[in-house]
């Protein structure tokens, strides 16, 4: 167990639709990151998030966005589905930055059909 | 930004068997990361090594920042080491995000 908690596992859902994916992460870590991992993609960084703020952005599409609360909690919004957003969404998080070690949750496997 | 490279690709291994599995990153990095993406699709962190040399078990890592490569050794391989491997970067000094080169995928026959 990396201490990372994503919910949910699994999310099925219709194009067009909006959901959220939800990260808690490890005790004492403030940044929270969200990567994507698609068939033919790999892992694609996202987003980051320090202490509530936005702190990096990578190939996030304007119909994604996130946020990050006061418990250090984050949330990724993903809108307006297309078939092709179908793919494993991580959350890892890590003291600082990415120059200290990361953990990575278990991912939401999400299918837009 | 920076590149990461991982060779072989795909490797098909019997039970039992070593194997060394290469990470080459462009740049000077401030860490590198090994994980294991088992087939449920799980980031299992593997070696959080900077430079040196770690055990865990069978596996060991072994980083020359200096070259710019690391190696990851699997000795007396299993079936449960089946899955993807993969090495990770910081992206830039402000180490804002990782960046994952494209895996090896092992395979390992009972």
């Known amino acids: 167990d990396s201490g990372v908690t994503q919910t949910p596992k699994h999310l099925i859902t219709a194009t067009g639709q909006r959901v959220t994916l939800r990260c808690s992460p490890r005790?004492?870590?403030?940044?929270v990151y969200w990567y994507q991992q698609s068939l033919d993609q790999g892992l694609q960084f996202l987003i980051q998030y320090y202490n509530g703020e936005e702190r990096a952005k990578g190939n996030i599409l304007e119909r994604f966005s996130a946020q990050q609360f006061p418990d250090l909690h984050s949330e990724l919004n993903l809108s307006s589905l297309e078939l092709g957003d179908s793919a494993l969404y991580f959350c890892?998080?890590?003291?600082?930055?990415?120059?200290?070690?990361?953990?990575f949750g278990q991912g939401t496997r999400l299918t837009v059909v | 930004g920076i590149q990461v490279e991982q060779s072989p690709p795909d490797l098909i291994l019997q039970e039992g068997a070593n194997s060394t599995l290469r990470c080459n990153f462009s740049?000077?990095?401030?860490?590198l990361q090994w994980f294991h993406q088992n087939p449920w699709g799980q980031l299992i962190n593997l070696f959080y090594?900077?430079?040196g040399t770690k055990q865990n078990g069978r596996l060991s890592a072994t980083t020359v920042a200096t070259e710019r490569y690391s190696l990851l050794y699997i000795s007396s391989s299993q079936t449960t080491d089946s899955g993807v491997y993969f090495c990770a970067v910081p992206e830039e000094t402000s180490g804002s995000r990782l960046t994952f080169g494209e895996g090896t995928q092992l395979t390992v026959n009972p």
């Open positions: 090594i900077p430079s």
């Open positions: 005790s004492g870590d403030l940044s």
């Open positions: 890892a998080s890590s003291v600082v930055s990415m120059n200290t070690e990361a953990f």
């Open positions: 740049d000077s990095v401030n860490n």
